[in-house]
T-cell receptor, first 113, second 114 residues
Framework: GESVGLHLPTLSVQEGDNSIINCAYSNSASDYFIWYKQESGKGPQFIIDIRSNMDKRQGQRVTVLLNKTVKHLSLQIAATQPGDSAVYFC????????????FGPGTRLSVLP | DAGVIQSPRHEVTEMGQEVTLRCKPI?????LFWYRQTMMRGLELLIYFNNNVPIDDSGMPEDRFSAKMPNASFSTLKIQPSEPRDSAVYFCASSLGLTKETQYFGPGTRLLVL
C-alpha cells in the first residue's frame, strides 16, 4: 500500500537563477544553525553555518540569513547549477544544549535545464 | 581523507532478527552520533557519544535499540529484535568536539526489515 509520509516542499528553479530556501524554527533559545545538503543516496553534507550573533553569513555561492525576530532562516544559492539539485535541511541547536541538533523536514531543490 | 565509514550500506532482514550497524568516525573526532531518517519523521537523533561515553540517548526509540562505542574509532547500533517499522536509513556522524561543531555524516545504512 501507499505510505503516508512527509511531503517535502519542492522548489524548482531554472539553471543560472538564484534560489532561496526557507526554514522556520520554533525554539527561541536556539543560537546556532546549520544548512545541510543531501543528495540522493548520500548523507547530509555541511554547507554553511551561522550563530545567533550574526544576521548574515556568506560562503561560496551561498548566503545564509537569520531573522531571530520571526525565527526564520534562509539559504540563498547564487547561479544555481544542476549539481545543486538535492534536499536541503536546516538544523538548529539550543544554547547550552550540547550537540543535540534538531533538523527541519527539508526542501527539495530541483534545477531545471 | 577518509570520511565517516558505515557498514553495511544495505541490509535486508526478517522481522525478529538481530541487526548490527557499524560506524567508524573520522580520525581525531571525539563525538559520534547515530541518526535515523524516514519519510514519516525525517532525520532524528538517536544517541550521541563524546569520548566514547554516551551523552544523550533520549532519542533511542525503545529497549530494542542499543548503541556502544568501545573505542574512539568504532561504534555499533544494534536492533534486537528488529521490526518492520525499524526500516529506515541510519546515519552515523562525527564531529571534533561536543559544543556546536559541524557534524560530518557517513553514507548511511539502508535497512529493510521484512
Amino acid at each position: 500500500g501507499e505510505s503516508v509520509g512527509l511531503h517535502l516542499p519542492t522548489l524548482s528553479v531554472q539553471e543560472g537563477d538564484n534560489s532561496i530556501i526557507n526554514c522556520a524554527y520554533s525554539n527561541s533559545a536556539s543560537d546556532y544553525f546549520i544548512w545541510y545538503k543531501q543528495e540522493s543516496g548520500k548523507g547530509p553534507q555541511f554547507i554553511i553555518d551561522i550563530r545567533s550573533n550574526m544576521d548574515k553569513r556568506q560562503g561560496q555561492r551561498v548566503t545564509v540569513l537569520l531573522n531571530k525576530t520571526v525565527k526564520h532562516l534562509s539559504l540563498q544559492i547564487a547561479a544555481t547549477q544542476p549539481g545543486d539539485s538535492a534536499v536541503y535541511f536546516c538544523a538548529e541547536n539550543e544554547h547550552n544544549y550540547g550537540q543535540n541538533f534538531v533538523f527541519g523536514p527539508g526542501t527539495r531543490l530541483s534545477v531545471l535545464p | 581523507d577518509a570520511g565517516v565509514i558505515q557498514s553495511p550500506r544495505h541490509e535486508v532482514t526478517e522481522m525478529g532478527q538481530e541487526v548490527t550497524l557499524r560506524c567508524k568516525p573520522i580520525s581525531g573526532h571525539n563525538s559520534l552520533f547515530w541518526y535515523r531518517q524516514t519519510m514519516m519523521r525525517g532525520l532524528e537523533l538517536l544517541i550521541y557519544f563524546n569520548n566514547n561515553v554516551p551523552i544523550d540517548d533520549s532519542g533511542m526509540p525503545e529497549d530494542r535499540f542499543s548503541a556502544k562505542m568501545p573505542n574512539a574509532s568504532f561504534s555499533t547500533l544494534k536492533i534486537q529484535p528488529s521490526e518492520p517499522r525499524d526500516s529506515a536509513v541510519y546515519f552515523c556522524a562525527s564531529s571534533l568536539g561536543l559544543t556546536k561543531e559541524t557534524q560530518y555524516f557517513g553514507p548511511g545504512t539502508r535497512l529493510l526489515v521484512l
